[in-house]
């Protein structure tokens, strides 16, 4: 049975506006309504808008969440690290970068206290990797945290705009059992990548999934509406045997209708990769 689990915060309406982001006032919410939804887990935001008030920042609210975990069977084992959105790791100055790198372990070693055993690294948007100096840093600071990683038992799951064979090329510099790719389905289908070279480049390092639908060089629309080849990527997941996590982020339903929405997006995709287990099997 696959494990499915949703974004933080897209269980309530967003606030102020903001999304993805952390939900700072209702974030609680989201462990009681999360099995209405038929979820098995969360993913976890940390960024700065919320972060003053995210549980991790103490053990007080870790043993929150673990208690709310624990009552409705809602598990929380992946977080996006947002905040490298805001502080990214690449165009920083050296006593930047070094701040970074004491905040990831810092943030790596909450995780392992909140039972959370894998983090994102988005390298998208402002954080994106434009050029060879660049993919320097980051690989740079990637190697700086991997030791923190393995002590805290964290995997580090980079999600990055690079096409395919120049991620493939950046895994290679960070060839360590806790690097993998969180590969965002959406995000692919707006840049206009195919499935088929993601999948044949670095297929065997993917060891997340991100189920959402954009329009080619456009925003997130609803699945089915956009350029996601959802039936090619499940195909080629059920060919790789794979077993890790599927992440929601589709686009948001009309405030306060969220969870029947995601009920209905989950009986979608629930039939799609069952669909593709039995054309491979």
């Known amino acids: ?65 673990l208690s709310l975990s624990q009552q409705t069977g809602i598990t929380v084992r992946s977080l996006c690290a947002n905040y490298l959105m805001d502080q990214p790791f690449s165009r920083t100055s050296e006593l930047q970068r070094q701040v970074l790198i004491e905040k990831m372990h810092w943030l790596l070693s909450r995780c392992k206290l909140a039972g959370i055993r894998r983090v994102v690294i988005p390298l998208l948007d402002r954080s994106c990797i434009q050029n060879t100096d660049e993919e320097e840093q980051v690989v740079s600071i990637v190697q700086s945290i991997l030791p923190a990683a393995e002590v805290n038992e964290v995997e580090l799951h980079l999600e990055t705009s690079l096409a395919a064979e120049a991620f493939a090329d950046l895994l290679e510099r960070c060839e360590h059992p806790p690097v993998r790719v969180n590969y965002d389905s959406g995000n692919s289908a707006s840049l206009g990548y195919t499935v088929s070279d993601e999948f044949a480049a670095y297929g065997s390092r993917i060891g997340s999934v991100r189920i959402k639908d954009r329009k080619l060089g456009g925003g997130t629309v609803p699945l089915g509406t956009g350029n996601a080849d959802l039936p090619g990527m499940f195909r080629a997941l059920a060919g790789l045997k794979y077993q890790g996590d599927f992440v929601l982020e589709m686009a948001r339903s009309e405030p306060g209708r969220e969870v029947p929405w995601i009920v209905r997006n989950l009986a979608s995709i629930t039939a799609q990769i069952y669909a593709s287990s039995r054309l491979v099997s």
Do not use: C, H, K, Q
Request: glycine share 10%.
């Open 1 to 65: 049975m696959p494990f499915f689990a949703i974004m933080l915060g897209r269980l309530v309406p967003p606030e102020e506006g903001r999304f993805p982001s952390f939900p700072r006032r209702a974030w609680r919410n989201e462990f009681s309504l999360a099995p209405e939804a038929g979820l098995n887990g969360i993913e976890w935001i940390f960024d700065t808008y919320g972060e003053d008030v995210n549980p991790l920042v103490n053990n007080a609210g870790i043993t929150e969440m």
